[in-house]
């Protein structure tokens, strides 16, 4: 049974930082990329970082890059997502996202305010 397990959310003030996790289960973790998405309040679901099946590559959405970094540790069967210079329109549900069909995690509040 695949499972993804995201953790690490909470309340934030602006310029903060957290680190989200999502431990993953069920399917051969490092043959497969790992994705973060992001949904805002009243917004579409949007791809935030992912990252290929050893982490030697990775993307980012325009709006995060230079202040998110994702990462991922095959041994644990983790995928990371650190967030520096948080800003309020971080404000998300963040997802994890992988393996052989794409399963998704049920999510993680972050919430970006002073």
């Known amino acids: 049974q695949v499972q993804l397990v995201e953790s690490g959310g909470g309340l934030v003030q602006p310029g903060g930082s957290l680190r989200l996790s999502c431990v993953a289960s069920?399917?051969?973790?490092?043959?497969?990329?790992m994705s973060w998405y992001r949904q805002a309040p009243g917004k579409e679901r949007e791809l935030v970082a992912r990252i290929l099946d050893y982490g030697y590559i990775t993307n980012y959405a325009d709006s995060v890059k230079g202040r998110f970094t994702i990462s991922r540790d095959n041994a644990k069967n983790t995928v990371y997502l650190q967030m520096d210079s948080l800003k309020p329109e971080d404000t998300a549900v963040y997802y994890c996202?992988?393996?052989?069909?794409?399963?998704w995690g049920k999510g993680t509040l972050v919430t970006v305010s002073s």
């Open positions: 996202r992988g393996g052989p069909r794409d399963y």
């Open positions: 069920g399917f051969t973790f490092s043959s497969f990329a």
